[in-house]
């Protein structure tokens, strides 16, 4: 059992290269697991380019007959390596040599539905049982595996730093108690975007909260749209017309008015259909994209909007954690991020980001900002 332990940008990808090279190399396989199916198409191409061996890609984005004929090529040992996010765990792998846990902290490999399990542990009992090395990749190990190469149980291997003349980028706090702000974008994270803009790079916005506005809430009264299934709150999903539950998944047209004393309604708070509004908005030139569940629900939207990404084509990428996790933009020179306080920032871009936006929950009116580089 190995952790490793590296800085984003430290090479950790490189030396699962090599390690699966060196385990694939007798006829072998190998299972690399990511947290995100939004990563399985660059990691593919990365290794497509590194090797001629069969590769497979396993996850819930594929359409049956296309998993059928992944779980296929990896059953007979046609397929060398399978790529795949949490549900690739169960795959049937005669010649298993070797498994890889990528970002093995992320919460996105425990599966909370229906047979609820987490993908990394299950990972780390396959390569008990088949007598296999695991190497288990983080720049923010999680508490339970720093535990456990503390106590001997995994070897841990440290990356510190980033080859060559890499250097971490520039860090900044924007207080919005002091700043005036327009939809949760202060004043000097707007200026900081048109400098950027101006100068031909490439920004990200990352806020992990997906729809419109979390809350639809009555001014009046106070009343909150509730969800009628659990104890959650109806976030607002403007373009569709519809409350959505993120915790249990229920829906329920928008109404009108408030159900208790019949006055206007207002949406409080931003999402990232909100924030790509108000960009849209402020910066009417500028090509946006946005990347979270509900833009990527259709087949293939993901590539395309990667592909708009990295071609120029969008000068501002708008999204969830999908959009921070293992991605290389090489041309973004700035990163937003709004709300750090939720306590998702510890996400990671493989960009060279120069700032980030953050609310203060000490502040009455919610707000604070930072720039900060993605992790």
Same mark, same amino acid.
């Given at each position: ?57 396993? !996850?819930? =984005?594929?359409?049956? *007959?296309? +998993?059928?004929? %992944?779980?296929?090529? $990896? ?5 060398? &390596? #399978? ?28 599966? !909370?539905? =229906?047979?609820?399990? *987490?993908? +990394?542990?299950? %990972?780390?009992?396959? $390569? ?5 090395? &695991? #190497? ?43 700043? $005036? ?195």
């Amino acid at each position: 059992m190995h952790l490793l332990d590296g800085v984003t940008g430290s090479g950790k990808t490189e030396v699962y290269l090599r390690a699966i090279a060196a385990a694939i190399a007798g006829g072998a396989q190998a299972l690399v697991l990511v947290p995100e199916i939004a990563l399985t198409p660059q990691l593919v191409d990365r290794f497509r380019r590194r090797f001629s061996a069969g590769i497979a890609v396993v !996850h819930s =984005g594929l359409t049956d *007959s296309e +998993r059928r004929d %992944a779980w296929r090529n $990896a059953h007979s040992g046609q397929a060398r &390596i #399978i790529i795949g996010t949490r549900s690739a765990v169960f795959t049937s792998l005669p010649n298993l040599a070797l498994i890889v846990v990528d970002e093995e902290h992320d919460a996105s490999y425990k599966q !909370h539905e =229906g047979f609820r399990y *987490s993908a +990394r542990d299950l %990972a780390v009992m396959r $390569a008990r049982g088949a007598t296999v090395p &695991i #190497i288990l990749g983080s720049a923010t190990p999680s508490l339970e595996t720093l535990e456990n190469a503390a106590s001997g149980r995994y070897i841990r291997h440290l990356l510190p730093q980033r080859p060559g003349a890499a250097q971490a980028p520039r860090m900044s706090l924007i207080d919005l108690r002091r700043h $005036a702000a327009e939809q949760g974008l202060s004043t000097p994270a707007i200026q900081a975007i048109d400098q950027h803009l101006k100068a031909g790079g490439q920004i990200i916005v990352f806020l992990n909260r997906r729809g419109y506005a979390p809350s639809l809430f009555c001014n009046s009264c106070g009343w909150v749209a509730p969800c009628e299934h659990c104890d959650a709150r109806m976030t607002l999903h403007r373009r569709a017309l519809k409350l959505r539950c993120h915790h249990c998944g229920a829906q329920a047209p928008v109404p009108a008015i408030c159900a208790n004393c019949g006055q206007a309604l207002l949406a409080v708070g931003q999402g990232t259909e909100r924030v790509e509004e108000t960009l849209t908005r402020l910066f009417p030139d500028a090509p946006l994209a946005r990347l979270d569940r509900d833009s990527a629900s259709a087949r293939g939207s993901i590539q395309t909007v990667l592909d708009r990404v990295r071609s120029g084509e969008a000068r501002i990428l708008v999204g969830t954690q999908m959009l921070t996790k293992g991605h290389h933009f090489p041309d973004v020179t700035l990163v937003v991020i709004l709300d750090a306080d939720q306590g998702t920032v510890c996400q990671r871009l493989s960009g060279e980001p120069s700032a980030s936006h953050r609310r203060s929950r000490k502040s009455p009116a919610g707000p604070a900002a930072r720039r900060a580089p993605a992790r």
